[in-house]
């Protein structure tokens, strides 16, 4: 595997520098024919890139869908139960409400109650919708926080991913491994090839993040451009991908699939055209796959990575 194996693979070489990415960008379609031809040509280079057979795809969107995509990961359960919970709250409220102004309405309509009372303070009454709502607005916190808190805190990954936004793809360094690779979305008439569906146009992407099962991941988030926002709604996270920043999310998916998502901050002409795809796999699936990465992408003879892990 000597350095011709990664002709054709569109890959960054340096990152931070905003605006020399730009014109990278700009010539994201001949970067993708580019890496479309790499892969005819090497037969072994896409290894990396299989579409692991039997793989269900389970976070995507439906049609007529309304609801969430399903939760794969304790953090999406819990905005899902969180969702749950105010959508009770604020049925309660809004009916109780309603309710309050059909009785005035009755109760007090004129023919009714030709002479209205004349106060005007009802202390009673006053401090019950003072305290009433602070009351609900503490169980609502009391619930919610630790949710927050939860995302915010970030555990030790298994494995650290570092993604970066731009106009307008992703750009993905497995940071533990020194290899990185960028992400284009398929063109329609690309999708069979790289084993999506037809309804996956706007989702599937030529490279995916390849995460094992059941592994605390780590994501680095940030942009080198302006500010793009990485997303899997059925992991629970999204995380705005900010110029000069490093900001962090993590999940845990505990179901092997295909999940999709889409850059969910305006980031321009084609912010449309920048999906995220993401597939867990086996934790063995992973490794093989792990070496076979490392081996195309960062050109590291595979021998001589595994003994130096080994040394250490
Ligand atoms: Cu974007």
Redesign the pocket.
Same mark, same amino acid.
């Given at each position: 595997m000597g350095p011709e194996m990664q002709i054709g693979i569109p890959r960054h070489t340096s990152v931070g520098m905003g605006c020399h990415e730009g014109n990278i960008g700009k010539t994201m379609r001949y970067l993708t024919s580019a890496w479309a031809a790499g892969l005819t040509f090497m037969g072994t280079a896409a290894l990396a890139q299989e579409n692991f057979e039997g793989l269900e795809t389970i976070g995507k969107p439906v049609e007529r869908g309304t609801g969430f995509q399903p939760a794969v990961t304790e953090l999406a359960r819990d905005i899902q139960w969180l969702d749950t919970f105010l959508l009770v709250i604020i049925t309660i409220i809004s009916l109780f409400v309603t309710a309050l102004l059909a009785y005035a309405c009755w109760k007090f309509y004129e023919k009714r109650n030709p002479n209205p009372s004349s106060f005007t303070h009802n202390t009673a009454i006053e401090v019950t919708w003072t305290v009433v709502p602070i009351a609900i607005l503490v169980v609502i916190g009391v619930f919610s926080l630790p949710v927050l808190f939860k995302q915010q805190i970030i555990p030790e990954g298994d494995v650290t991913i570092k993604v970066t936004?731009y106009?307008?793809y992703w750009g993905y360094e497995y940071v533990d491994h020194g290899f990185g690779y960028e992400s284009f979305m398929l063109e329609r008439d690309q999708l069979a090839e790289y084993g999506y569906a037809d309804d996956e146009y706007l989702l599937a992407t030529d490279t995916a993040v390849v995460v094992p099962v059941n592994a605390t991941v780590v994501m680095q988030v940030t942009a080198a451009d302006v500010i $793009?926002?990485w997303t899997i709604p059925s992991f629970g996270v999204k995380q705005d991908g900010v110029p000069g920043r490093l900001a962090e999310l993590w999940f845990k998916a505990e179901q092997e699939g295909v999940y999709f998502g889409q *850059?969910s901050?305006l *980031?321009g002409q084609a $912010?449309a055209y920048?999906p995220i795809t993401v597939k867990v796999v086996s934790q063995e699936v992973y490794d093989a796959w792990l070496a076979g990465a490392i081996d195309q992408y960062a050109g590291i003879p595979l021998e001589d990575d595994v003994l130096k892990l080994a040394s250490n």
């Amino acid at each position: 595997m000597g350095p011709e194996m990664q002709i054709g693979i569109p890959r960054h070489t340096s990152v931070g520098m905003g605006c020399h990415e730009g014109n990278i960008g700009k010539t994201m379609r001949y970067l993708t024919s580019a890496w479309a031809a790499g892969l005819t040509f090497m037969g072994t280079a896409a290894l990396a890139q299989e579409n692991f057979e039997g793989l269900e795809t389970i976070g995507k969107p439906v049609e007529r869908g309304t609801g969430f995509q399903p939760a794969v990961t304790e953090l999406a359960r819990d905005i899902q139960w969180l969702d749950t919970f105010l959508l009770v709250i604020i049925t309660i409220i809004s009916l109780f409400v309603t309710a309050l102004l059909a009785y005035a309405c009755w109760k007090f309509y004129e023919k009714r109650n030709p002479n209205p009372s004349s106060f005007t303070h009802n202390t009673a009454i006053e401090v019950t919708w003072t305290v009433v709502p602070i009351a609900i607005l503490v169980v609502i916190g009391v619930f919610s926080l630790p949710v927050l808190f939860k995302q915010q805190i970030i555990p030790e990954g298994d494995v650290t991913i570092k993604v970066t936004g731009y106009q307008w793809y992703w750009g993905y360094e497995y940071v533990d491994h020194g290899f990185g690779y960028e992400s284009f979305m398929l063109e329609r008439d690309q999708l069979a090839e790289y084993g999506y569906a037809d309804d996956e146009y706007l989702l599937a992407t030529d490279t995916a993040v390849v995460v094992p099962v059941n592994a605390t991941v780590v994501m680095q988030v940030t942009a080198a451009d302006v500010i $793009h926002s990485w997303t899997i709604p059925s992991f629970g996270v999204k995380q705005d991908g900010v110029p000069g920043r490093l900001a962090e999310l993590w999940f845990k998916a505990e179901q092997e699939g295909v999940y999709f998502g889409q *850059c969910s901050e305006l *980031c321009g002409q084609a $912010h449309a055209y920048m999906p995220i795809t993401v597939k867990v796999v086996s934790q063995e699936v992973y490794d093989a796959w792990l070496a076979g990465a490392i081996d195309q992408y960062a050109g590291i003879p595979l021998e001589d990575d595994v003994l130096k892990l080994a040394s250490n």
